[in-house]
């Protein structure tokens, strides 16, 4: 299937960028990564474009969730390349001028597809035949110059855009994080700064978690939005949110290990401190 081809892709990407120190050289790194990311997603276009789905529900999960795991990355390193580049002989002052200026733009980005962002956040469906299935021969996607998915055969209407939001709403706070003096005034859409923490167990396990709290009330928001906010929260590039579910839904044996392990090691230290 297309999403375990897309699964193999990421892993390769991830496998050469951890040849190469993000901290050494920042610009070289997103340079290479956006470059890698782009690479990938002529890869799948390649094997896309005589690709039969089984199903209009394969087609629209792979447009969806699958395909937007790589154009999402692509465009994230693309836009911190295009930032390190276009600032690096600049003064504080005028670096600080270019980054309000890019918060703006996606301030008037989330604006203009206020709409869609709505759609995706209630978790609505009803228009996603129409979203996220291959585009007519007469149909024009929305792509921007420096993309390679510009195929009728191998893109859909909302692909890119779903794309653009998730990576957009990293580089709000990475731009948000450069803005050192005032780190309150320009965080758009409702986005606070925050330190990033270390997530120390599997992906997997942050979906079980996810989940957990979704389903026992204690979030009211979409899975996509919680799923998004937490993989902002612990640094994650990217979680296939709906098939790891899928998966933890396909155990065999206890379903919940994550929750279980954790109700284990809080009872052990609600005796252990009650012992003191």
């Known amino acids: 299937m297309l999403e375990e081809f897309v699964d193999k892709l990421m892993e390769e990407v991830r496998s050469i960028l951890d040849l190469h120190q993000v ?14 990311f782009t690479t990938a997603i002529t890869k ?10 089984s199903s209009i529900e394969e087609e629209i999960s792979f447009f969806k969730y699958a395909k937007p795991r790589l154009l ?29 200026y890019q918060i703006q733009r996606i301030d008037a980005f989330f604006s203009a597809h206020k709409d869609f962002n709505t759609y995706l956040s209630l978790d609505e469906a009803h228009y996603d ?3 996220f299935t291959r585009l007519s021969k007469r149909s024009k996607s929305n792509v921007g110059h420096y993309m390679v998915d510009k195929d ?12 653009k939001m998730r990576s957009k709403k990293r580089l709000s706070i990475y731009f948000q994080s450069l803005l050192k003096n005032e780190p309150d005034k ?5 986005h606070i700064l925050i330190k990033t923490q270390d997530w120390n167990a599997s992906h997997t396990d942050l979906v079980e978690l996810i989940y957990a709290l979704k389903a026992a009330g204690c979030l009211n928001s979409s899975i996509s939005n919680i799923s998004e906010a937490f993989t902002q ?3 994650i590039s990217s979680i296939d949110t709906y098939k790891t579910w899928s998966r933890i839904r396909g155990r065999k044996n206890n379903s919940t290990r994550l929750i279980s392990k954790l109700l284990e090691a809080l009872v052990k230290q609600i005796e252990e401190e009650n012992e003191e």
């Open 23 to 36: 901290q050494s050289n920042e610009l070289k790194y997103y340079a290479i990564q956006a470059s890698l």
């Open 44 to 53: 799948l276009n390649e094997k896309l474009i005589d690709y039969k789905f």
């Open 72 to 100: 999402t990355e692509q465009h994230y390193s693309y836009h911190r390349t295009k930032k390190l580049r276009d600032c690096q002989n600049l003064s504080k002052d005028a670096t600080d001028e270019y980054v309000r």
């Open 129 to 131: 035949k129409n979203y």
């Open 152 to 163: 009728f055969r191998t893109t859909c209407e909302k692909g890119l855009i779903i794309s």
């Open 186 to 190: 320009h965080t758009p859409n409702g």
């Open 233 to 235: 929260f612990f640094g």
